[in-house]
């Protein structure tokens, strides 16, 4: 499965496929899904009402996809698509590329997203889940990068922080509402940002978000034979350096410093035990 998240770029390619193969594997397929389930509502393939997504529709009619689906759909095509998929891609290639060079953890942390946002947005009517989602991400890249300066539209100048208020105002604005996903996706980025950034220092290191090894394995190739008897090897010459110094091995270098040591305290040794022996001798010489 690993081969799958594999960037296959190469040189010499347009600009438009060099900015997608440039982009992290997490992020690229869920741009391409977002602008592909945009086109096949366009194009009146699907229709907006089979992709949102209904506790009812979802576990008595058994329509699974809807649990994937209420993340892709942010609209027709138009400006405000343009919009979310730029912030889309933007934040979420920005985290993945500072999440090491493993998709695995930042997957994990799109797995806890969604699944966080698929237990408590029923409780709150939000039938489609893009932008709580995306929400989520822009407040976790916001809260890492505190000293980060931002525009919007070149009139408001602000640090990172604010940028998720500064979009919920911006949406306010122009949609005239109250954006409670973009609110949930803060709430759920929040308890994320917490539990990896500072809860850890404050225990000792102790990560309970991160992601367990069977999910790692998901995404890491397991280790080819070669690889493993070059790690083999290594631990092998560590094991040998170690003990070069005790058991005099030929062709490990031992520790110059600690001959001479040894000399001294021998030769200190046999002076001390040979003033013992003549004190001893003529103990007895007396004696006699």
Sequence with gaps: MAALWENNGQPGQFPLEQWFYEMPPVT?????????TSLLVQCHIVTPFQLFYSFRSVYIKSQYWRLLTTFLYFGPLNLDLIFHVFFLQRYSRLLEETSGRSPAHFAWLIFYAMTTLLIISPFLSIPFLGSALSSSLVYIWARRNP?????????????????????MGFSVIVHKIV??????????????????????PLHGGHRPLDPPRWWRRLFEPAPGPNERATDAANVNREFVA???????????????????????????????????????????LEAS
């Design 28 to 36: 690229r397929w869920w741009t391409v899904a977002t602008v592909a």
């Design 242 to 284: 170690a003990a070069a110094p005790e058991t005099g091995l030929p062709g490990i270098s031992r520790d110059q410093d600690a001959i001479p040591t040894l000399t001294l305290i021998s030769a200190e040794n046999s002076r001390t035990d040979t003033k013992t022996v003549d004190r001893v001798g003529r103990g007895k």
């Design 179 to 200: 954006p409670k996903d973009e609110m949930l996706g803060v709430v759920v980025g929040h308890i994320w940002y917490f539990f990896n950034d500072v809860y850890p």
């Design 147 to 167: 000293d980060t300066r931002l525009s919007l539209l070149g009139l408001l100048v602000f640090t990172a922080p604010y940028l998720p208020w500064v979009l």
